[in-house]
């Protein structure tokens, strides 16, 4: 369920915080895997999150360009 929340609340963001949103998790992604790499990382479930939600707001951001939504 809290995926669907999260979808609610990324389609009624404008394409500038997406993009934001977008390059944010990015961002996440990049200093997880480098402590991912260096052992210091508690949490490796938290990758797969972050990825997961990257894809989310790419998929609202191509549907918001095309405007199907």
Same mark, same amino acid.
């Given at each position: 369920?809290? !995926?669907?929340?999260?979808?609610? *609340? #990324?389609?009624?963001?404008?394409? *500038? *915080? #997406? !993009?934001?949103? #977008?390059? !944010?998790a990015k961002k996440? @992604?990049?200093? @997880?895997?480098?402590?991912n790499?260096?052992?210091q #990382?508690?949490?490796t479930a938290?990758i797969?999150?972050?990825?997961k939600? $990257?894809?989310r $707001?790419?998929t609202? @951001?191509?549907l918001? *360009?095309?405007?199907l !939504?």
């Open positions: 369920m809290k !995926s669907k929340v999260y979808n609610d *609340e #990324l389609r009624g963001k404008t394409v *500038e *915080e #997406l !993009s934001h949103d #977008l390059v !944010s996440e @992604l990049f200093n @997880l895997r480098f402590q790499a260096t052992n #990382l508690d949490n938290r797969k999150t972050v990825r939600n $990257i894809a $707001i790419r609202v @951001l191509t918001k *360009e095309k405007g !939504s």
